[in-house]
């Protein structure tokens, strides 16, 4: 995953930045490495 691709995902709402929860749930679903999914996942949470 590429630094481009992370900052593509993120957007300003207000004066915070996010990336949204579909974004990070086709992350998992599509992450080859079941370790990654979940590290993916927590760091979600």
Not at 6 to 18: F, L, R, S, V
Not at 19 to 36: E, Q, T, W, Y
């Amino acid at each position: 995953m590429s630094e481009q691709s992370i900052a593509a995902w993120i957007k300003q709402e207000g004066d915070n930045k996010c990336i949204h929860c579909k974004s990070l749930k086709d992350l998992i679903l599509a992450h080859p490495s079941v370790r990654k999914r979940v590290d993916v996942f927590a760091l979600s949470i």
